[in-house]
């Protein structure tokens, strides 16, 4: 096999399929054994449109060695494993492509007792956002890495994820300090001690952020965690335009205001969150954004300098959430951004593009896109972590209807096509399941993806874990 080759794992036959599966009920007992048909269907697709692949077989683990032994299994009985968490990804990153296991995380959910001298947390993969913010937020301190949907956090960290408070805190590779790992032979792997830093060999944490369940089973994670701020402020502004609210969004990047969260929503989005969540907001392209500080004249500091900035691009005056409730609702209506988009057209699917930019070209390519949608009559809303040059596109397609994911799909590619040009990425933090891998020889180029491939082989040699993703 050349390097260029990636091992490949087809569908197993009935009789692995049987000897899995009595193995699986030998370790696990046969209540954590799914074969029912519902079960399978749950388990077989993720929020995005891309078609259902359904597993043969799901699985619930509770430990680290139960999940050493679900891969002990596979590799003996030559069947693909797909971890599974929430459900929440979009780029079809849970289908079970090749049949075989699904390996549901979720009562792995453990969350260990945060160390508030190391400002580190240790929880299991199965945890989702939501209950360790919960468990963190008596502590005084809380997890920066907020996507908005309720994902686990091993999917967070196998999809690379980040998301509202990304422009002051990070992504999911700022934010994992260790994996506990099950690689490609059924070993258990820790990929790190818990010291702040390390120059001892290879980096196989970060390796293993982003692979999407293609080179091993995340099974247990070490979590930075950070004081919770003294003195919090939100706010909402709006635009005359999109480009007007991008370009004041990258004048506070360039005057390195510390914002915590600068997000933007178009005009379409904002009458999408109005009608879904029975919000009042103005419709007008909308900047939500939120400070951090030391102290109430420190937040006042930053929230003058941005108001200054705004007033420049056209920016009207802030709408203030001055209090936590006021603060979690504004942040609760945008998090349900994507409810609220598909609600536009009811029975639609979404496909639900992201691409990421140097900040310098974000608002050309916000308004680029806003053009491309206008000319080809597609209902798509925008919104982005505009901070960092991050944004969202949620094309609404009749998921019945050929011709119309055709048209959201050649938007899809022109949306990428700009993107590569101006020096950015396919994809800021949603991955590339199966939907967006045929972009990543256009960004990488041969040499790159000989590398991945490289790699792919070397860590899993039999080609079982989640078949058919990122490298096809």
Not at 80 to 92: H, K, Q
Not at 174 to 182: G, S
Not at 304 to 330: H, K, N, P, V
Not at 412 to 430: D, F, Y
């Amino acid at each position: 096999m050349s390097v260029a080759e990636v091992p490949r794992l087809g569908r197993p036959g009935a009789a692995s399929v049987q000897a899995g599966r009595d193995a699986l009920a030998g370790l696990l007992g046969a209540d954590r054994v799914g074969t029912g048909a519902d079960t399978l269907a749950q388990h077989g697709h993720d929020e995005s449109f891309h078609p259902p692949a359904r597993p043969d077989i799901v699985v619930w683990p509770r430990s680290v060695e139960e999940a050493a032994g679900i891969v002990r299994i596979a590799l003996e009985h030559r069947l693909p494993l797909v971890p599974f968490g929430a459900g929440t990804s979009l780029e079809g990153h849970v289908a079970a492509l090749a049949g075989g296991i699904s390996v549901d995380m979720r009562e792995m959910d453990a969350i260990g007792r945060p160390s508030l001298d190391d400002l580190d947390v240790v929880v299991q993969a199965g945890a989702t956002r939501r209950a360790l913010d919960a468990r963190l937020r008596g502590e005084g301190v809380f997890f920066a890495v907020d996507p908005g949907a309720d994902a686990t956090i091993g999917g967070m960290a196998a999809t690379g994820a980040s998301g509202t408070q990304t422009v002051r805190y990070g992504t999911m590779r700022e934010n994992v300090l260790a994996l506990t790992i099950v690689n490609g032979w059924g070993a258990v792997v820790r990929t790190h001690s818990r010291a702040r830093k390390s120059s001892a060999g290879y980096d196989l944490t970060h390796l293993m952020i982003g692979s999407e369940g293609t080179l091993g089973l995340i099974c247990e994670l070490t979590l930075r965690v950070r004081p919770v701020p003294p003195a919090i402020a939100a706010a909402a502004c709006t635009f005359p335009t999109v480009a007007e609210a991008v370009r004041c969004a990258v004048a506070v990047a360039q005057y390195a205001i510390p914002v915590a969260r600068i997000e933007l929503a178009d005009e379409l989005q904002i009458e999408a969150i109005n009608r879904h969540d029975e919000t009042a907001f103005e419709v007008a392209p909308t900047l939500f954004l939120e400070f951090h500080g030391m102290s109430e004249a420190d937040v006042a500091a930053q929230a003058q300098e941005t108001a200054e900035i705004a007033a420049e691009f056209g920016g009207g005056s802030f709408a203030w959430a001055s209090d936590e409730g006021e603060r979690r609702r504004l942040w609760h209506a945008r998090h349900r951004a994507y409810d609220a988009a598909r609600a536009l057209k009811p029975g639609s699917a979404g496909l639900t593009t992201d691409v990421c930019v140097p900040v310098s070209a974000l608002a050309d390519c916000v308004a680029a896109a806003q053009t491309d949608i206008a000319e080809h009559d597609l209902i798509a809303p925008i919104v982005g972590h505009v901070g960092d040059g991050n944004f969202h596109v949620c094309v609404l397609v009749d998921p019945n209807d050929a011709h119309d994911i055709a048209r959201a799909e050649a938007f899809h590619g022109r949306l990428v096509e700009r993107a590569l040009a101006h020096g950015g990425t396919c994809t800021g933090e949603h991955g590339v399941g199966y939907g967006k891998a045929r972009f990543l020889a256009a960004e990488h180029g041969p040499a790159g993806l000989e590398m991945m491939r490289a790699v792919k082989r070397a860590l899993d040699p039999h080609g079982i874990f989640n078949p058919g993703k990122v490298l096809g």
